[in-house]
Structures are given as structure tokens and as C-alpha cells.
DNA sequence: GTTAGCACTCAATTGTACCGAGTGCTAGCC
DNA sequence: GGCTAGCACTCGGTACAATTGAGTGCTAAC
């Protein structure tokens, strides 16, 4: 109660109890089930009997690392316990059926960028059995490179904006008052003498005049930069969510998991919330949604040219197989910067 | 085993028998559980006893509308007594509360085509529970309004389509010569003299020179033709598959469903094919995938002036509340067809 | 044709005993 | 002083039997 012994108040643990720690974690992670001592003991590099490891686990028990579901049963990681095993991970290597199965992935995609993540996200989640995200960045910082006014009929126009990064985005446009093909020409004329080489945050000096033209202009202009800061452009692909089936026990888990992958935004404001705050990995409550309190969530920005890009991730439960999860978010975010990045080809072949 | 009585092979049933089986059906849909002989016989209209009443459900039995999940428990529909329970339900109405959800939404909803049915599909899974699919037809059919290539570099253009259904559709090129901007200009106007008015199932005449604005045209046309049949063009929007969670019992149906789900193919296929078979709600093995077997798909047709547009449906459980479902898909189903359709507005306030 | 009565079936529930994995503690050992 | 063998104890899981009760099928009488 008093003195304790050696490391206070670092997050340093004792060799022998980091190794114990490890070893309760690792087997949990296999075994889904709680650990006892005797099974830490006779694993491999630790020369010392069960009674032994019993007092370090009591130990470690106190300082937060495990926890016992019940007096007489072994014990499970807590989520600090996890994050203990995962900072002293050494990073992994992916095993060569894998490196081939992106390798091959990557040679072979065809299509468009949403095409490519689209399946990028499938690929990811067949490879770890997990739930995986892919998130594309906004295009906020990208210029225009075009924009165009379609007559659709006399009341629906449609503006279709080009960006440099190659997204296409339209709006419909419809006007009080008839507009034929030249008013559309005109109009396509003076958006793009406008538009060409801003980005959405450049604020553009609209004509004040009253004619058709002007008017149609000013409508598109608005059309375009009122863009929802929150939808942002940001795209999420998602993949393998029937593996959330098997990842947790408990329907109502399983529920409310979808339910959050549901919403988007909210998965889109998980990864970037990692992002900012430079976690990797967030285990159990760190990710800051109750309902994944049993959920683990990896992240792997991807960079293209020095610039972020977006980011992929797997969401599995908080016993995942780190390691590999890592390694293959790791090693896909560096597959799709190769692939779209520098002088490699866009996306066609 | 000899004669029977009335109606041999006619698929109509006694009045007592059918009224039998409606009430086992709508009973075991409320309660998840077996119905005994003598619920049936309290269920109101039926005056009769609990005795005759199970001997009107062996017959039942032996015809195959119930089934015993073993001797001594109640019966339990079959997918023929659930057919005959849908057949021979009558239009249900909506409650006055989801009337006036569905106006409300449709009253308020902006944004692009897109968003707008992503967003239908959300309000269907909410409404009733069950996972909503909503599927936009190909625009195979729709004629090119405008088609222009967009230099995002050298080595990189975009093609970008405007069809007239509004919808638009973007290609990537890189060619093996540097291209600049002239030459895009020169080969936008070439294509729209080519494509304008034609669809995707008109062949065109290429230009058959070898200079580079020909070359492009020749790759624009071929990327543009060279939409898969396959993945036509149609959008899948699914809403609320956090609901196959708890509409079926034991995760590995939940797992199976899902993993349906994900294949957008698989998705559209079945929709489809229900579609073309006139059918509005497939029970069970009728929608011919085996994983599917314990669902029940309810689809609603969407015809915009006349022409079929898409369709909406829902995915429960065979004992899904075929009537409160099949109200509210064919009513976001209207809905959606006045909102797109006629003289109404295209997309946008 | 209907039904009351009855014997029968079988899943689900309850109770009991037991096993064994795992613990915490302590006394002795190195 | 740290380690460990030994031991009493805890408690979830399993196995088994007894009991309950919902529901059936059959039959004889109305």
C-alpha cells in the first residue's frame, strides 16, 4: 500500500511483466477466451512457474492491464492493456501470399478512382477478414479545370464541373425561366472564364446583371460552392461489412457496429479524427464512440505526392489480429500512393 | 388417401382452413414462436374448437402450408403458407404518421438524383425495419447530350458524358502521345458531332485517320462503349443493414445476408429478375439464392412517365409484416415517380 | 362433422451434484 | 528477498434426472 517498488508512474512495465502481458494478450487474441497462469507459464520464454505469474497478473491487474471476468477465471487484456501490446509491436511483415494477392490486385485493377477504392476496400477485408475503410479526400484544394452547362430540357440544366484531382461533380440548375442551347453555351463560356483555376474556397466576382445569362451564372456559382462542409466531397468505401457478423458475440454488438458504419459521415469523422490526433490505432473506448467500445480501428493514411490523399482502415474487434492488420492496411495505403501517384499511370490503363 | 373431399389440386382452400392458416401466420409473425390449436380456436372469428382446429391444421400439414418443428409444439407457416398468406392479403393501408413522413421527406429533399434516393433508402429502412434496397435503372437507353474532353494533364484526359436522364458519366484516357489543350477542344467538338443524340446501344462511324485527335476520339468512343453489361449503369442504394442483425436469429445468417448484400450484382440480379417475373414478393427459396432462403424480398416497381425507372424493395424475414411493407414500398415507390417524374422538378428546389 | 377427454410427446426449466480450471495465500526453500 | 510448491477455495460449465406444461393425435360419444 505504501512504496512500490521500481516504475511509478511510467507506462513502463518490468521485462517479466511485459512478457506476461504479451502472452495473455497474444493468447486471448488466438483463443478468445481468458488466460490463466499456468498456460502463460509454460508458453515458451518464461522460466517461471505459474505461482509466479499469478502474483505479476494480480500485479498487473492493479496497474489496469488485465482484468478477470470472474474470481476463478483467467484473466483478458483491458483496453490499456491492448494499447500496451500494440505500442510495442514490432512491425510486422505480410506473408507472401499476400504481398502477391496485392501485388497481383494492383496489376490488374481496371477503372475509374472510385472503381479502383471501391474494390481496394473489398480487396482489404477479404485479405484480413475484417470490416475495412477506404476514405478519399476532399477535393476542397483542387482547381477547376472545367465546367459546362447541359440543356437537359428548357428547365433542367446540368452543371458539370472538372476538377484536377479528375473528380466530377454535377448540379442541377432549374431556372424560373426557359433557357435554350446557346444561353447554355454563353453560360458554359463565362463559367469556365471564371471558374478555370480557382478552387472551391476562391470567392468569384459574379456579373450583377440582370439578363438570363448572368442569372443562370450566379445559380451555378451557388450551386457549386454550396458544397455542405460536412458531406465535403470525402467518399467512403466499405468493405466486408458481414464480417462484423463474425468479429463480435452478440447480436446487439453486431447491430449497433452496422448501425455506425451506416452513417458515414460519422466513419468519415472517426478516421480523420485518428488522423489529426496521429493515432494509428484506436482500441476500445479511444476511438470515442460508445458503440465501438469493442472495436478496434486501424488507420493507414495515404499520401500521393507528399500530399494526404485519404486513408484506409480495418475495423475489427479489440482482440484482433493486429499485426497482420497493420501490415496489410500499411501495405495497401503504399500500393494505392503507388499506383496513383507520381508518374505512374491515373487509373486507366 | 383415397378421395378427397372439395378442391383436389386447385391451390384455394377451405374457408375454414384458410382462415386457420391466416391466423397461424399472422400470429407466428407477431410472436417469433410456434402457434398451438388453441390459440387459433381464441383468435376470434373462429367458432370452433381447439380439437377441429388441429385437425384442420394435419390437413394443412400434409398439403404443405405448416410445419411442426417437432411433435409436441404448435405449427409454424411454410413458405407456401406464407405465399398464400401474401396472396391473399388485401392492399394494406399506411398509417397516417408514415403518410406524412414520407410526404415530408420528399416535400424537403435537395440535392443530385443520387442523394436523393440514398437518402429514400435510409427513410424505407427506417419506416419499416428491414433492410431497404433501392435500385436506379441503366441508362442504356438515354441519349448522349453532351460529351467533352477535359485535359487534366499531358498524359491525362477525362472524358465526361452528360446523358439525357441526367445522369453523368466520367472515363479516363492516357494516351501515349502528350496531348495539350487544342487538341482536347478539337476532339470534344469531333466527339459531340458523333455522339450527340446517339446511345449507348448506336454504333458510330470512327474516324478512321491516324492523327491524334483521331486516335482520341477512336479511345473515347471504345472507353465509352465499353461499359460491362454486367455492371450496366444501375445504382444499388441499400439502407439499414444494421436490421439484418435482428431480424434473424443465429449470426451465421446474419453473416450470410450480409455478405449477399455486399455483392451489388447479386443485388440488382434478384431485383431484377423479380421484376421480370412479375413477382412483388419472393418468400423464402423463391428468390433462388440458397443463403437467402430465410428472407422474404418485397419489390416495388418505379415507372417515371410510363417507362420503368427502377424499383424499390425491402429484405426481412420470411415472417416480415408483409403488409405494413409492401404498403410502404409501394408508396415511397408513387412518390418517387411523381417526384422525378412529369412536370414536376427534376431534382433541385 | 364436431368435440370432449385422454394418453402421449418432447422442449424447456429446475435442481443437484460434480468437475476442473484457476485463483489467492502461506510456509518453506534457495 | 524473491520464488515456488502446496493447498483450500471459488465459481462457471456440464451432466443428469425430475418436473412442468404446451401441444399433439386419437377415439368415443354427441
Known sequence: ???????????????????????????????????????????????????TVRSEMVSLEREGYLAQPHTSAGRIPTDKGYRYFVDHLENGVLGVAQQHQISDFFANVRGEVEDVLEQTSTLLSQMTSYTSVVVAATHAHASILSAQL????????????????????KHSLTPSFDVDYET????????????????????????????????????????????????????????????????????????KVLSILEQELLVVSLVQDMLSRGLSVAIGTENGFEPLSTCAVIVAPVTIDGLPAGA???????????????????AVSRHLARHFGGDEEHANH
Chains 1, 2 share one sequence.
Open 184 to 255: 447554355c453555351a454563353e453560360t458554359s463560356r463565362q463559367l469556365n472564364a471564371l471558374l478555370i483555376g480557382t478552387t472551391l474556397e476562391t470567392a468569384v466576382q459574379v456579373p450583377s446583371r440582370q439578363d438570363h445569362v448572368a442569372q443562370l451564372v450566379r445559380d451555378a456559382v451557388a450551386a457549386l460552392h454550396a458544397q455542405q462542409p460536412t458531406a465535403d466531397g470525402e467518399k467512403v468505401f466499405i468493405g466486408g461489412s458481414s464480417h462484423v457478423a463474425d468479429s463480435f458475440d452478440g447480436v446487439e454488438t453486431v447491430r
Open 150 to 169: 447541359v440543356n437537359i430540357d428548357a428547365h433542367h440544366q446540368l452543371l458539370v464541373t472538372v476538377f484536377s484531382d479528375g473528380s466530377v461533380v
Open 1 to 51: 500500500m505504501a512504496r512500490r517498488a521500481t516504475k511509478p508512474a511510467s507506462d513502463d512495465l518490468d521485462v517479466r511483466k511485459a512478457t506476461i502481458l504479451e502472452a495473455v494478450v497474444s493468447e486471448h487474441i488466438d483463443t478468445n477466451q481468458p488466460v490463466g497462469s499456468s498456460s502463460v507459464a509454460s508458453s515458451a520464454d518464461i522460466g517461471v512457474s505459474p505461482a
Open 312 to 330: 484506409v482502415g480495418l475495423l475489427g474487434p479489440t482482440r484482433m489480429k493486429y499485426q497482420e492488420a497493420m501490415a496489410a492496411a500499411g
